[in-house]
């Protein structure tokens, strides 16, 4: 093992024994709690430039990854952190669909707001189905919608051309995450494009101007409505760090400069199987995800997930 891999493994977080847990799937109004214990901050090295963080828009893996910390889409399951198993409903907590599956209804959750301050309500929802419906984008996910109403502020109806059955499963799509009508223009959705990634979700983690060149930072939304759920987040930043070169990925990784390196070839199995301090996820397409052993929460090399669930914890000691 190398002296920068030992070096690396330094406490970057003391794990209790508390285990912070969530409130089921159909909770309401997220009630007053404490902010998840937690801290520390996630280097994670992506292969692609993120050049665009509108959901809608977002078209690479990578870009999806940074703007689902952001944004959240009405159907998510969230795990919370620390090994717990037990699991949640994200912005929606229920729906239905009349039964030849044209018309599907979603219940909003109760109490959620945008990081700009404005509330999640249906209102808000519907500039977002507007702008699904009138962009090509949206109509490439959804090309049955035809229509949306709200029948009262928590719940929203969409009038579909043709049946679906999986239509909760599409609203999961991390590029159909919710964007602030703050941060729209025209903020009726008609039409309309996000002018600006900062403040425009209601996710775990908000993003953060004056970053390095070829990075982007996100931090905790200290006030993100899944912490009172005791859904983390658990991490304070994460770092996204872009690096084209598999090669000089890789070794970001085994040298520490980073906890997690994406889309690494399978020639740099060997590479991580050599350092007891790492491992990886094998993902379609021969994809692997390298990481540290010191970061938990992580399952899926190919998956778009939040980072709420993740943390870190101690796998080594100083030299």
């Given amino acids: 093992m190398s002296p920068a891999r030992t070096r690396r493994a330094l406490p970057l977080l003391l794990l209790s024994a508390l285990l912070v847990g969530c409130g089921g799937a159909d909770e309401q109004t997220p009630g007053p709690g404490s902010a998840v214990p937690g801290g520390g901050t996630l280097a994670y090295a992506l292969e692609g430039h993120v050049r665009?963080?509108?959901?809608?828009?977002?078209?690479?893996?990578?870009?999806?990854?940074?703007?689902?910390?952001i944004h959240e889409p009405l159907v998510a399951s969230l795990a919370a952190p620390f090994g717990d198993a037990r699991r949640s409903r994200g912005l929606a907590i229920s729906w239905r669909s009349s039964p030849d599956r044209r018309i599907w209804s979603f219940q909003l959750r109760k109490g959620i707001r945008f990081q700009d301050?404005?509330?999640?309500?249906?209102?808000?929802?519907?500039?977002?189905?507007?702008?699904?419906?009138?962009?090509?984008?949206?109509?490439?996910?959804?090309?049955?919608?035809?229509?949306?109403?709200?029948?009262?502020?928590?719940?929203?109806?969409?009038?579909?051309?043709?049946?679906?059955?999986?239509?909760?499963?599409?609203?999961?799509?991390?590029?159909?995450?919710?964007?602030?009508?703050?941060?729209?223009?025209?903020?009726?959705g008609a039409g309309a494009r996000q002018t600006s990634a900062e403040r425009s979700g209601t996710g775990p983690f908000e993003l953060r101007v004056g970053a390095s060149p070829g990075s982007v930072l996100v931090a905790a939304n200290t006030e993100w409505w899944g912490t009172r759920l005791g859904l983390g987040p658990a991490l304070d930043q994460v770092q996204f760090e872009i690096e084209p070169s598999d090669a000089r990925r890789l070794d970001l990784l085994t040298t520490g400069a980073v906890q997690v390196a994406a889309g690494l070839p399978a020639s740099a199995l060997g590479d991580l199987s050599a350092e007891p301090l790492l491992t990886y996820l094998r993902g379609g397409g021969g994809a692997v995800l390298g990481l540290e052993r010191s970061v938990r929460g992580i399952h899926s090399a190919t998956a778009v997930e939040p980072l709420s669930d993740v943390w870190l914890t101690v796998v080594g000691a100083q030299e």
């Fill in 52 to 69: 665009e963080l509108d959901p809608l828009l977002a078209g690479s893996p990578d870009e999806q990854l940074v703007t689902r910390q």
């Fill in 117 to 188: 301050g404005l509330p999640l309500n249906a209102s808000a929802v519907l500039a977002n189905v507007e702008r699904w419906r009138t962009l090509s984008e949206g109509r490439v996910l959804l090309p049955e919608l035809t229509a949306a109403d709200a029948p009262r502020p928590d719940l929203v109806r969409f009038i579909l051309s043709s049946p679906v059955p999986d239509f909760p499963d599409r609203l999961a799509s991390p590029r159909l995450g919710i964007v602030s009508p703050g941060s729209l223009r025209p903020q009726s």
